[in-house]
Structures are given as C-alpha cells and as structure tokens.
C-alpha cells in the first residue's frame, strides 16, 4: 500500500533554518499521545549513513530512520524524495524498506519486506545511496539493493539534497501496521551512534563525522513538534533526550516526556 505521508504539510525553510507552523493538529491525531522525531540541519546529496539503533516492534508503531526533501509536502510539481528503513508492527521483526519518488499527487513507493530476528534490540543499520544504487543492509548483511540500471526512483533520486531524519509515531492505518494497545505505552527506540559517509565518484565513501550521543547536538540536530495526517501522535521535544550515552524516543500518552 502507499506509505502515508510522513511529514507536516507546513514545514517550510526560511534564512537557511527550518520552522514549523501549526495552527490546528492534524485531524487524525490525538492530543494526549505524544512521539518523537529527529531532524538533521543539513542536507546531503548520496552517502552513507551507519547508525546502531534499537527500534520499536508493536503493533501500530512505526519506527524509523529515513532521508527527505524538505520540499516534497507542498506538490505544485515539486518532486517526492525519500528512502525509509521502518519497523511497522503489524508482524513482530518486520523491518520495511522503501523509495519513494513522484510527488505529493501521484507518489511511487517501492515497499520491501523482511525479517529481522529480534529486531527490538540493537542492530547496526547501513544505508547506502549514490548515482547508481540504494542498499539497505542490516548487521553487514544487504537486505535490499536498488540499482539505478533497472530503477527510474534511483536515477529519479540524483536530483536533490535530502535531510536525514528517526522518529516513532503511531499511525491511523490499522491495515499497514496493526491495532495500537495503549496500555502498552510509555515505548521507547534509540540510536546509540551513528556515522556519516560522503560519496564521491573518484574516492568513493569517505568518513565525514560520528556522533556517540553522549550530548545533543545542536549545531547538527533538531528535534521536530508537529504532527501530519494519519498520524495519531504529536512529536514533543520533550519526548527525544540523551540518556546515559544513548538518543532515546518516548511514545508517551497523557504527558509528554520520560
């Protein structure tokens, strides 16, 4: 099924920053259920990002790093892009991969499904992009491989700089990821570290930074206080902290924070 959209539809970029404005919540969320997001500063056109992370598998849940143009929300011919690793709790270990090219009209996903056994605890995840392919890889291992040879979304994907985002929210879409249990909540994801690799043609990957988490960046990182169709949740900054050298998501009702 199409990926519901996964950002706000009133970010928008202003002197080189970003700022959200929202007047209402979405219709689909609840103001008592709270979720985190994480959002880079910059922007990176292909490169390879390494991160060990522990995700969130329930039902209802989705548990995610992915890459985004901040531009895709408005359509009027703007295109779509981004790639998504997600847990979706539907099944328990159920990770999905997915490029997502187009735009806001007219969106073309390309979900890929696999299991990864007790994905609820740390694993380190590899996503790899260049001119010419996305692999998604898990523990050293390819879980997925799109070549620009056989795939328009990764040719498509040349065109614009993306950011790199994590959150965790639940969505109204019951049929895609499964039946939330309230009671089930406070759940939490983590990154405990992550590395980013530029790419070049002559030099291929190349180190550019790692962040431990020992603290929160703030010339890196923001942390995202909206919400957007089909999600049940509004992100709270207060629910995304660093917690004994770990980068913590809370999906909370009631209150926000830990």
């Known amino acids: 099924m199409q990926r519901p959209l996964p950002l706000i539809s009133t970010l928008a970029i202003a002197t080189g920053a970003l700022f959200c404005s929202l007047p209402a919540q979405a219709a689909d969320s609840d103001p008592s259920l709270y979720g985190a997001e994480l959002y880079s500063l910059d922007t990176v ?53 997915n490029i997502i090219t187009g735009d806001l009209s007219s969106r073309v996903t390309t979900e890929h499904e696999a299991e990864v056994e007790n994905i609820g605890d740390y694993h380190t995840y590899t996503l790899e992009w260049t001119p010419d392919a996305v692999i998604w890889k898990v523990d050293g291992v390819a879980v997925r491989t799109e070549l620009a040879a056989n795939s328009q979304q990764v040719i498509d994907l040349r065109d614009t700089p993306q950011t790199y985002r994590s959150n965790i929210w639940i969505s109204d879409v019951p049929e895609w990821v499964g039946e939330i249990d309230l009671s089930h909540l406070p ?35 923001a942390k995202g206080n909206w919400t957007f169709d089909t999600n049940r949740v509004t992100f ?16 909370t009702a009631g209150n926000k924070g830990f």
């Open 45 to 97: 056109l292909y490169g390879k990002f390494v991160f060990r992370m522990k995700m969130q598998s329930e039902p209802g849940v989705v548990s995610s790093f992915f890459t985004y143009d901040n531009q895709s929300w408005q359509g009027k011919g703007i295109p779509w892009r981004e790639i998504d690793f997600e847990t979706i709790g539907i099944r328990p270990d159920l990770l999905q991969t």
């Open 236 to 251: 709270a900054p207060e629910n995304l902290q660093v917690i004994n050298g770990e980068l913590v998501f809370a999906l």
């Open 187 to 221: 759940l939490y994801q983590a990154i405990d570290w992550m590395e980013y690799y530029s790419y070049s043609k002559d030099a291929g990957f190349a180190l550019q930074w790692r962040d431990d988490f020992d603290s929160f960046d703030h010339s890196r990182w």
